[in-house]
């Protein structure tokens, strides 16, 4: 009514089907274990046992609350409570709706004109909203009250994350993000981590041993260790935070590794402290800069760019090699099959190793190499060479894991934008170098740290200028072409139909995987069509509830047929 020209394709209400989604993977658990231990009692005439406790088949004894059960009778009993919970909470579904919806439109030039009507600013005394056109039902649907933006593709979207939203959502990002800082304002590198482990006498006992390999390489793995594991907790930061898609959330984590990572690796060691304790401090406290000596005549010397020229030799083969390594990913294979409670859960874990690509903890670490990188540039050239080495060598090992070992990521381009903004604070930092070098040998007001300290400036102007205000648009690596010509035109004519009535590409339903069996007959989705590891049917023959069926489950019946 308020757009006459407008054809409505679909529209996808969104519900909670958090719990719902949970209940569909622990059921397809469940009958993957059944099946294979059905086939596998066909196959040897002999029922096996298991121990349904986690890790229980590693417990040698048995006791009391351990006792094996038949596998058969266990999976089954389990799989038909999981179905029951999982029709009840499904018809439930409809009872729980979130309150958005995923709208779509016949072309992009009317979804443009809706959009531009929603989000245009228009003062009015103090309040500044977009005005959208109103129709017979705008007051009761509380129209002026939506928010509305362009969708992400339905792979990109966590949907049992939907339902966190609002002020839970918040409350929950404020208080992960409180701990986060609290951890870290005190540990924020691994020396001072080390530091505060021998104030316990925590490597004491092993000086004791008396032995000087030991002695030596215990607090450099301690310091690895903690290396590794800092940017690993801001990482499962960001990923407990339950971010709607895939890609905020590894945007989240680009921002916030990215921030710790040049923190620890760049900031602190190159001012010679030794945590955000002692950097804010030295920053407020007027008693601590009388009571302590910095030195900044030593800190800034070219020589203590050897440091970092080794981290940069280390980072580009030991951390292009553990990439290729994948250590992290084998621990959690290692505990996932530790946890699981029979070979037919092992075997599920074996087939289901491989995860995405995490963009945001991958454009973290490059970037902060990259900033060391440039930020040495000048005052010691000796690391650019090595710093292109490990570019190249991070482009072989991440094009290799991308092609063959990582899951296609679907997300949008704002990841990538967001890593080119980023990186800006290179030459920014670069500048700031150089700036503290010349003002420490020549003083302020020499012409050369003048000059260096106006180009900061222009620099500092020019970025905040373009990320922050969307200005020097032609300076930017990414220059993606709007034409709102015809948005434009198309919104003048009142009465007119649009000039040019181009069809929408052919896309995916807006729906989570677990509501898409309720679809009617004939309408099918893309993920439907492109197949999934969860969703497709099995061969009939085997099968007596052919809505509860898998594609992995026909794997292993034809493997272990064969």
């Known amino acids: 009514e308020a757009y006459a020209n407008c054809t409505v394709l679909e529209a996808r209400p969104?519900?909670?089907?958090?719990?719902?989604?949970?209940?569909?993977?622990?059921?397809?658990?469940?009958?993957?274990?059944?099946?294979?231990?059905?086939?596998?009692?066909?196959?040897e005439n002999t029922p096996s046992m298991i121990n349904p406790k986690p890790c229980g088949h590693l417990c040698c004894c048995v006791i009391r609350g351990c006792e094996e059960v038949e596998a058969i009778e266990y999976y089954t009993k389990l799989e038909e409570k999981l179905k029951d919970d999982y029709k009840r909470e499904k018809e439930k579904v409809n009872e729980k709706p979130l309150g958005m919806a995923f709208v779509t439109f016949h072309n992009e030039t009317i979804t443009a004109i809706i959009l531009k009507d929603f989000n245009a600013c228009k003062c009015q005394g103090c309040a500044c909203h977009g005005e959208p056109r109103a129709s017979s039902c705008s007051e009761s649907l509380h129209v002026s009250n939506w928010t509305v933006s362009y969708a992400p593709d339905p792979q990109n979207i966590y949907w049992e994350h939907l339902s966190i939203r609002g002020f839970i959502w918040w409350i929950r990002c404020l208080v992960i993000n409180v701990v986060l800082f609290i951890l870290l304002f005190f540990l924020t590198t691994p020396a001072i981590i080390i530091t505060t482990m021998d104030k316990f006498n925590v490597t004491k006992p092993v000086e004791y041993l008396n032995?000087?390999?030991?002695?030596?390489?215990?607090?450099?793995?301690?310091?690895?260790?903690?290396?590794?594991?800092?940017?690993?907790?801001v990482y499962y930061s960001a990923f407990f935070e339950a971010h709607w898609?895939?890609?905020?959330?590894?945007?989240?984590?680009?921002?916030?590794?990215?921030?710790?990572?040049?923190?620890?690796?760049?900031?602190?060691?190159?001012?010679?402290?030794?945590s955000l304790d002692v950097f804010f401090r030295w920053l407020f406290d007027k008693k601590f800069l009388a009571e302590a000596a910095v030195r900044f005549e030593c800190v800034?010397?070219?020589?203590?760019?050897?440091?970092?020229?080794?981290?940069?030799?280390?980072?580009?083969?030991?951390?292009?090699?553990?990439?290729?390594?994948?250590?992290?990913?084998?621990?959690?294979?290692?505990?996932?099959?530790?946890?699981?409670?029979?070979?037919?859960?092992?075997?599920?874990?074996?087939?289901?190793?491989?995860y995405e690509f995490q963009f945001g903890a991958a454009y973290a670490w490059m970037m902060c190499v990259f900033t060391v990188v440039m930020t040495y540039s000048i005052t010691c050239p000796i690391i650019v060479p090595f710093?292109?080495?490990?570019?190249?060598?991070?482009?072989?090992?991440?094009?290799?894991?991308?092609?063959?070992?990582?899951?296609?990521?679907?997300?949008?381009?704002?990841?990538?934008?967001?890593?080119?903004?980023?990186?800006?604070?290179?030459?920014?930092?670069?500048?700031?170098?150089?700036?503290?070098?010349?003002?420490?040998?020549?003083?302020?007001?020499?012409?050369?740290?003048?000059?260096?300290?106006?180009?900061?400036?222009?620099?500092?102007?020019?970025?905040?200028?373009?990320?922050?205000?969307?200005?020097?648009?032609?300076?930017?690596?990414?220059?993606?072409?709007?034409?709102?010509?015809?948005?434009?035109?198309?919104?003048?004519?009142?009465?007119?139909?649009?000039?040019?009535?181009?069809?929408?590409?052919?896309?995916?339903?807006?729906?989570?995987?677990?509501?898409?069996?309720?679809?009617?007959?004939?309408?099918?989705?893309?993920?439907?069509?492109?197949?999934?590891?969860?969703?497709?049917?099995?061969?009939?023959?085997?099968?007596?509830?052919?809505?509860?069926?898998?594609c992995e489950d026909s794997l292993i019946e034809n493997e272990i047929h064969q």
């Open 387 to 550: 710093g292109l080495m490990y570019m190249l060598l991070k482009h072989l090992v991440d094009r290799y894991n991308l092609y063959y070992a990582y899951l296609p990521a679907k997300l949008d381009k704002k990841i990538h934008s967001g890593a080119v903004n980023q990186v800006v604070a290179a030459p920014i930092l670069c500048l700031f170098w150089l700036l503290f070098f010349s003002t420490m040998r020549t003083g302020f007001l020499a012409p050369t740290s003048m000059f260096t300290f106006v180009v900061l400036v222009i620099t500092i102007v020019i970025c905040l200028c373009h990320v922050c205000f969307g200005h020097f648009k032609y300076l930017s690596a990414h220059n993606y072409k709007i034409d709102h010509t015809e948005v434009d035109a198309i919104e003048n004519r009142q009465n007119g139909r649009p000039a040019t009535n181009l069809p929408a590409p052919k896309s995916a339903k807006y729906i989570a995987q677990v509501l898409q069996d309720s679809l009617p007959e004939g309408e099918t989705t893309e993920s439907e069509e492109q197949g999934s590891q969860d969703e497709e049917l099995i061969n009939a023959d085997g099968m007596n509830d052919t809505d509860f069926q898998s």
């Open 300 to 354: 800034f010397l070219p020589d203590n760019g050897a440091f970092f020229v080794n981290y940069v030799i280390a980072s580009a083969f030991i951390g292009n090699a553990m990439d290729l390594l994948r250590i992290p990913g084998l621990l959690m294979y290692m505990i996932r099959l530790c946890l699981a409670r029979s070979a037919a859960e092992r075997r599920n874990v074996k087939r289901h190793q491989a």
């Open 14 to 43: 969104c519900y909670d089907v958090a719990r719902l989604m949970f209940l569909d993977a622990e059921r397809k658990k469940a009958e993957r274990g059944r099946i294979y231990f059905t086939n596998l009692q066909s196959k």
């Open 245 to 274: 898609t895939r890609s905020g959330e590894n945007r989240t984590t680009m921002h916030k590794c990215y921030t710790f990572l040049i923190f620890m690796v760049l900031l602190l060691p190159s001012l010679g402290l030794s």
């Open 211 to 233: 032995n000087p390999i030991i002695t030596q390489f215990f607090p450099t793995l301690l310091l690895w260790c903690f290396s590794a594991l800092l940017p690993t907790i």
